[in-house]
């Protein structure tokens, strides 16, 4: 799992945890089915981008393009 899809799914999970939710409450908070929650908590490489910022929207949050980081740092 790369570095970016590494941030994603643990940003995510984390912020699930600290609002106390289940991976079956936040599939029903989001709208999104609890297989897609899961993957994306386990790193899937691919999945469709309105589909995450429908689940990172319910934390104010959306995922955006960014100058790539280097990883020779």
């Known amino acids: 799992m790369g570095i ?3 941030n994603l799914s643990n940003t ?3 912020k699930r945890k600290s609002f106390s939710l289940t ?3 936040l599939s029903l908070k989001s709208g999104l089915g609890l297989r897609l929650i899961r993957e994306i908590e386990q790193g899937k ?3 469709r981008m309105d589909k995450v910022n429908q ?3 319910l934390f104010g949050m959306e995922l955006i393009a960014a ?4 990883t020779n740092e």
Request: without cysteine; hydrophobic residues 40%.
């Open 4 to 6: 970016v899809m590494a």
């Open 12 to 14: 995510i999970k984390q």
């Open 23 to 25: 991976q079956e409450q």
């Open 45 to 47: 490489t691919s999945m």
């Open 55 to 57: 689940l990172l929207a």
């Open 67 to 70: 100058p790539k980081q280097s």
